[in-house]
């Protein structure tokens, strides 16, 4: 499968809850922290929750 690279570009400060444990379940911890994950449905699902936090690209 497809592989894409995700990047945390805003913080997590004013998010809600849920939000902060979607940004964790994806394994991203700091500010320009990046990870490679496989391109599937349910990382999609997680990516749109919180897309506005988020810079997504193919890796």
């Not at 449905?41 to 690209?57: D, E, F, M």
């Amino acid at each position: 499968m497809a592989k894409i690279k995700i990047t945390l570009t805003k913080s997590t400060i004013g998010a809600n809850p849920a939000q902060r444990r979607v940004v964790q379940a994806l394994g991203l911890r700091k500010l320009h922290h990046s990870v490679e994950l496989e391109d599937n449905a349910a990382t999609r699902g997680q990516i749109k929750k919180v897309s506005h936090l988020l810079t997504v690209s193919e890796a």
